[in-house]
């Protein structure tokens, strides 16, 4: 159902709950997708599904400065609050929440949620010190600002579902988690915010990434076993473009996010590179138990 007309935005947490109380109370389900807003069709993606699914649909729009390194992108993350407010109530949402850092963070906190190594170790853990323990202590906030039945979450950020996933059956947060597709352009790049940092000769340059990753799934579904070997091939494809600058290629367990010695079960394939100043991470989740095996491709397939 398109909702144009009726998106309310709601700029602190007091009104917001009081909004929420009455439908709550009322039974109906609210659904969450949390933002940091520069919306494309990725995001539109966690949108549609969550109207499919619950009665109230609500996005957080909110560029969380705990989850940013000192050196990092935070000044100039890309903003756009009217352009997303339209797409967002294109897309069906009833209440875009949109706080100011003040109201998020009236005081540096004290308490924070912190994620056990095990998990934040690899991947983009390993080059990024401190920022999921900034995403668990933010989603922690919004979880509990919210109160939502079900929250939706990229599996383009497969590290961060992972991590949102066993913080709530770790912290007994009463939400349903819903793990949604990897959407992306045309010539496969996927579809982040970040992407309008490249120039156009990088642009052009991007899609390798995926194409790369494409290979080592096929290594994979193909019979190889070993982790190093298919590493090693989606290192060298991403060579073929001397521009990047790989962070990491890495296969690990999916959820679990452990280094496998022999590939089986559920496995991520991730990828972070610079290119240039832009820094981009890819994946693909790759299920070669037999059922597994049976679908092409895991980029359609919904919760991990
Ligand atoms: P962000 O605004 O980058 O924090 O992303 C908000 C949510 O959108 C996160 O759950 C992301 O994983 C998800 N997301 C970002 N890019 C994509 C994409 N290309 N496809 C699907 N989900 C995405």
């Known amino acids: 159902m398109n909702k144009t007309t009726s998106l309310e935005v709601i700029t602190t947490i007091s009104q ?38 619950c009665d109230v649909v609500v996005m957080s729009l909110f560029v969380n400065p705990l ?32 706080p100011a850092v003040e ?12 994620v056990h190594e095990a998990l934040t170790g690899r991947l983009c853990g390993r080059s990024r010190p401190g920022h999921f323990d900034g995403v668990a202590t933010v989603v922690s906030k ?24 066993r913080m709530v059956e770790d912290l007994n947060f009463p939400v349903q988690i819903i793990g949604c597709p990897t959407v992306r352009e045309p010539d496969g790049l996927a579809m982040s915010s970040r992407n309008v940092y490249l120039s156009p000769e990088e642009r052009k340059i991007a899609p390798l990434l995926y194409r790369a990753l494409c290979h080592g799934e096929a290594m994979i ?9 298919v590493v090693a091939q989606v290192r060298q494809q991403i060579a073929q ?18 280094p496998l010695e022999t590939i089986r079960g559920t496995v991520l ?36």
């Not at 890309?78 to 897309?91: G, I, K, Q, S, Y």
């Not at 600002?145 to 949102?164: M, S, T």
């Not at 890819?282 to 299920?287: G, L, P, T």
């Open 241 to 258: 473009a001397p521009q990047f600058r790989i962070d990491y290629v890495e296969l690990v367990s999916f959820p679990q996010l452990q």
């Open 142 to 165: 919004l979880f509990h600002i919210v109160e939502p039945h079900r929250a939706y979450f990229g599996q383009k950020d497969a590290q961060q579902l992972a991590i949102i996933q």
């Open 67 to 98: 989850q940013f390194g000192a050196n990092e992108d935070f000044d100039r993350y890309p903003r756009d609050l009217e352009r997303d407010r339209a797409l967002a109530a294109e897309a069906g949402v009833d209440v875009l929440f949109h």
């Open 103 to 114: 109201e998020m963070y009236p005081q540096k906190p004290s308490t924070t949620v912190r």
């Open 221 to 229: 579904r193909n019979g190889e076993t070993d982790p190093e070997a």
């Open 16 to 53: 917001l709950r009081r909004r929420l109380a009455g439908e709550r109370a009322a039974g109906k389900c609210i659904g969450l997708v949390p933002t940091m807003g520069y919306l494309h069709d990725g995001h539109l993606s966690l949108i549609r599904r969550a109207r499919q699914e």
């Open 269 to 304: 394939l991730a990828v972070a590179a610079w290119l240039g100043q832009t820094r981009l991470i890819d994946n693909v989740i790759i299920d070669i138990t037999p059922q597994g095996l049976d679908e092409p491709g895991t980029d359609e397939e919904g919760e991990p």
